[in-house]
């Protein structure tokens, strides 16, 4: 089976700086890949190219098999490839229903009578979020009511329903507490299963290690290690995430100092 | 526009199992007062009443049919720039150069005229594309530059507020453009701009009826079409808005540019009906189109707001500058009154804006 | 670099991209620019195209610049003494795009035409600007120079300064009383009192019982003045009303509520000349039946007179005020000439009726009445 989204040696510089440099990683549909790595790795870089927000400088990013370079969030949705961002999915003050449709508005009539086609709006939000097991008493609410967690499900609810093959996931989990956390990756799973390639960003080992399939490690902006689900275990997942060797130096140092 | 995938819902999740029928039916039957509860322009309403019952109590003349043509004239003149800055501000943005760009607008209308000897509807047609492109001036240098708002058409003021006593000047000699009163077409554009129409004792001016079709516009586009939704977006969170693919740059260049229209409309108006401009009136108005829109119940941050409170905003502002004349208080006070109306009218639309959130 | 620190911004940090290796010649964000570079130059291109478009398209066979010119006659004239080129600086209290003291400098600039003299202006309505004003005057040396006292206090000393390095100065418009004692040659205009005054005797002489000032600009001195001193001489009642002079509709509609709010009201008297129109519409839309007289004049002014819409205007003669000025100014280093012997010399105050209006059409619309 070959992959959704493949990047191969990409690479990316602000001027001379080095954002990003020869990382590689594979989605399939129906799996989870995770990229870890600690503040400054180059996560965000990573998912900006994904997404289409930045273009890479060097290497290839395949989406079926074919080289493409993405020139606005707009030409990667148009390629399958929906991103939720952890804080700029939605807009606060604008209803459920609007947040939902928000730059893809269904519209009903012509010309100059061209209008929203308010109904379906509100009745397809309700009944999406539904079968994502949201029941909002209110879609006219304003999304900035909603708890985080909620309003990461009604981001990936709308990716799904505009007809994403791959969910790009950037931190979903770093702002909720624990319960919301549990609720937020049964979502992502729940996309998984339905055939959904996802990309999850974070840098907890623990809910990686919970749901994902593929792991790839970032460091200064290079790629630290890549491993497949059975290569790796959660307690050396999380050495890696923690410094790994470095650490091990840091508390030999502080061991002789004390 | 089908889902491509569905998913089932996840087993064992938490929170209230959907109530299938019954949930369904609470949301088609959203009672009438809580919607009302959760429209912007709610408080303002309750003030526009409280300033009205006001005046009509403290001012003898205040109620009458022909008082009352007087007050929506006065209202009118503010509302119609009051709509699009609505908008603007909703989209997150300002405009400063609003009250010269009225003027502005009205003597390229006015000069082109008299200058070119032309019917004065070519003139009119040509403010139009000049008006316009002072608004695309705004939003192109703004999305362009991602200056505040604040700073960019802070320049413009004081460029166009200069350009017009230049141009003024050099063009006419004078301060203020030569009378158009007798040149071709300007009877037929008058009737457009400046006519007033009788019924029974009010009388009401054509401003009015361009003021009621730009708040129905207005209304219409923001909350039934696409635009209306990107507008809301742009103000509201304008990273989240481009993140999903909408037209961040175009949305607000469109505003700048709807600002200009209605400042066209005004222009003309200003023109028609008295003949000549000065050129440096306008100077100061555009704090009363900013003012009338808060009052109105728009964020000063962008993202929430209405045209229809736009329009109650401008109606309160209209009865408060013409209350204090039909009241006859002391002259040498009326921007104190007038000050402190505005005030009040503001605080108790919070207020109730409060009150109606908490109920919510 | 910014592009790391505001990765949403896509122009600028698209901008960082161009600098980048190995991404040359691939559509990207920074097309985006050139794009809506491209959009601006159209819209310009356009608007061009609509502009001439729209000249060459009607014509009015009626009024405008053709019918001005046709109507036009010359009223320059080249320089007419063989005196040396000096300088006379006016430095007045007027604030921007005021038709007044427009007048003011059209008769200053024709009497320096006439003497050869570099005439320069400058204005500010702050008393402290205004005397940087003056003293900036001084320091370019000018030959003479001509000042408002509006505000006296503000202007002594920097008048002080001007007499004492041997300039000639020549206060004009406001400050009579004080002229003199600053070491200015001559006065020359008319107290706005003084004006204030005629058009108080004016009102008596016409029976109005109830009349109404107009101030279109809070706080002027000059024109709490003029309606002080109409208030003064008027036997009737006089009530002052603000209105907000950069904002006619607002002129109208206040004007308007005014007078639908006290029927008694039977005259109302505009500080300026542009307000006198609004108030004509304001009087019609109110249905009342008061007159519409004015401080000043202007072309349409004059035509309202003519037509019998307005009144009485009470003139003051700006012209004359920036001619004279000048033209005494040239007289005294000409001839060491004074006029006035140490009284002031009134320009004013001028009622105009409708008797008046047919002969002053020509000036007004010129600009010089």
Redesign the interface.
């Known amino acids: 089976m070959s992959a959704l989204v493949k990047l191969t040696d990409v690479s990316k510089?602000?001027?001379n700086?080095k954002?990003l440099e020869a990382v590689s990683l594979e989605v399939h549909a129906g799996e989870i890949t995770c990229v870890l790595g600690d503040n400054g790795a180059g996560k965000?870089t990573l998912i900006?190219i994904i997404?289409g927000?930045?273009?890479h400088?060097?290497g290839t990013y395949e989406v079926d098999g074919e080289p493409v370079?993405h020139?606005?969030?707009?030409e990667a949705?148009d390629h399958g490839i929906a991103?939720v961002?952890q804080d700029?999915?939605?807009?606060?003050?604008?209803p459920v229903w609007?947040n939902f449709?928000?730059?893809?508005?269904?519209?009903k009539g012509r010309g100059p009578l061209?209008?929203?086609d308010?109904r379906t709006m509100?009745?397809t939000t309700?009944s999406?979020l539904?079968?994502?097991?949201?029941?909002l008493?209110?879609?006219?609410q304003p999304i900035g009511t909603l708890s985080g967690g909620e309003r990461q499900c009604v981001a990936i609810?709308r990716a799904?329903?505009?007809?994403?093959?791959v969910l790009v996931l950037d931190e979903p989990t770093a702002a909720l507490g624990v319960?919301q956390s549990g609720?937020v990756l049964?979502?992502v799973?729940?996309?998984r299963?339905?055939?959904?390639g996802v990309v999850l960003i974070t840098h907890n080992p623990h809910h990686a290690f919970l749901v994902g399939d593929r792991f790839v490690l970032l460091k200064r902006g290079a790629m630290a290690g890549s491993y497949a689900k059975t290569g790796i275990t959660l307690e050396e997942l999380t050495r890696q995430m923690a410094g790994g060797s470095e650490l091990e130096q840091l508390s030999h140092e502080l061991a002789r100092e004390g | 526009m089908t889902p491509a995938t569905t998913l089932e819902k996840p087993a064992g999740q938490d929170g209230p199992d959907p109530g299938g029928k019954a949930a369904d039916d609470r949301l088609v039957h959203r009672s009438l007062a809580r919607r009302l509860m959760g429209r912007p322009e709610l408080g303002s309403v309750v003030g526009a009443a409280a300033v009205f019952i006001f005046f009509s109590v403290a001012a003898d003349s205040f109620l009458q049919w022909s008082s009352f043509g007087t007050v929506l004239y006065a209202a009118s003149t503010i509302g119609i720039m009051a709509v699009p800055v609505a908008l603007l501000m909703i989209g997150g943005e300002f405009d400063l150069s609003t009250g010269v760009m009225v003027t502005s607008s009205a003597l390229v209308s006015s000069m082109f005229s008299y200058q070119m000897t032309a019917n004065v509807w070519a003139g009119v047609a040509v403010s139009l594309v000049v008006t316009l492109a002072i608004g695309f001036f705004n939003g192109f240098l703004l999305t362009r530059t991602k200056l505040p708002s604040f700073i960019i058409t802070l320049g413009t003021f004081l460029m166009l507020t200069g350009l017009n006593l230049g141009f003024t000047k050099l063009i006419s000699g004078t301060v203020s453009t030569k009378s158009i009163a007798d040149m071709e077409g300007f009877d037929s554009a008058r009737v457009l701009f400046a006519s007033h129409l009788t019924i029974g004792d009010i009388d009401l001016k054509v401003t009015i009826l361009w003021w009621a079709a730009l708040v129905a516009v207005a209304t219409w586009v923001l909350l039934r079409t696409r635009a209306g939704n990107w507008i809301f977006a742009v103000g509201g969170g304008a990273d989240a808005a481009r993140a999903v693919g909408v037209p961040v740059s175009r949305t607000k260049i469109g505003l700048y540019m709807a600002v200009a229209f209605c400042a066209w409309i005004s222009g003309q108006h200003l023109l028609f009906s008295f003949d000549v401009v000065q050129s440096g009136e306008g100077v100061g108005n555009e704090f009363l189109y900013i003012i009338a829109a808060v009052i109105g119940g728009c964020l000063m941050t962008g993202g929430y707001g209405s045209a229809i409170g736009s329009a109650v905003g401008a109606f309160i502002f209209g009865m408060t500058s013409k209350g204090i004349v039909y009241a006859q208080w002391n002259p040498d006070w009326f921007k104190f009154f007038l000050g402190a109306m505005l005030l009040l009218a503001t605080l108790l639309n919070a207020w109730v804006r409060k009150r109606a959130e908490a109920t919510a | 670099m910014t592009a790391a620190t505001f990765p949403l911004t896509d122009t600028w940090a698209a901008g960082a991209d161009h600098r980048a290796p190995g991404g040359t010649g691939i559509r990207r964000e920074g097309q985006g620019f050139v794009a809506m570079a491209k959009t601006g130059t159209r819209a310009i291109g356009a608007l061009l195209a609509a502009v001439l478009g729209a000249s060459l398209a009607g014509c009015s066979s009626t009024g405008g610049k053709r019918a001005e010119e046709r109507a036009a006659q010359s009223a320059g004239g080249g320089s007419g003494v063989d005196t040396p080129k000096w300088t006379v600086a006016m430095v007045t209290h007027s604030g921007a795009g005021d038709t007044f003291w427009d007048i003011v400098q059209n008769g200053a600039k024709q009497a320096a035409r006439k003497d050869n003299i570099k005439f320069v202006y400058s204005s500010s309505n702050q008393a402290n600007e205004q005397a940087q004003l003056v003293q900036a005057a001084i320091d370019q040396h000018v030959d003479g120079l001509v000042v408002t006292l509006a505000k006296p206090d503000a202007m002594k000393d920097v008048v002080a300064k001007a007499v004492k390095a041997g300039i000639p100065v020549i206060t004009i418009n406001s400050g009579s009383d004080q002229s003199k004692a600053f070491g200015a040659l001559s006065h020359i205009g008319q107290d706005e009192k003084i004006a204030g005054q005629a058009v108080g005797d004016e009102l008596d002489k016409r029976g109005k019982k109830h009349a109404i000032c107009v101030l279109h600009e809070q706080g002027n001195v000059g024109h709490e003045d003029r309606c002080a001193g109409a208030k003064e001489t008027f036997a009737g009642t006089m009530d002052n009303l603000n209105v907000d002079g950069t904002n006619m509709p607002d002129v109208q509609s206040t004007i308007q509520a005014k007078l639908q709010a006290d029927k008694s009201i039977d005259a109302v008297v505009t500080l300026g000349a542009p307000f006198a129109a609004t108030a004509v519409k304001a009087k019609q839309q109110a249905s009342s039946s008061a007159e519409v007289d004015t401080f000043d004049l202007n072309a349409q002014v004059a035509t309202a007179l003519a037509a019998g819409t307005i009144g009485f205007a009470v003139d003051q003669q700006p012209y004359l005020q920036g001619y004279e000025a000048v033209d005494l100014l040239w007289l005294y280093r000409y001839n060491a000439d004074v006029l006035g012997g140490g009284k002031p010399v009134l320009t004013g105050p001028q009622i105009l009726t409708q008797k008046d209006a047919a002969a002053l059409a020509k000036y007004t619309e010129r600009g010089t009445r």
């Open positions: 510089y602000y001027g700086i954002a965000s900006k997404s927000l930045h273009q400088d060097a370079r020139s606005s969030p707009r949705l991103t961002y700029l999915a939605v807009v606060p003050l604008m609007r449709f928000l730059g893809s508005e269904p519209t061209r209008r929203l308010v509100r009745e309700r999406e539904l079968r994502m097991g949201i029941d008493r209110d879609v006219d609810a799904v329903y505009f007809g994403a093959k319960k609720v049964k979502y799973a729940a996309a299963d339905a055939g959904l």
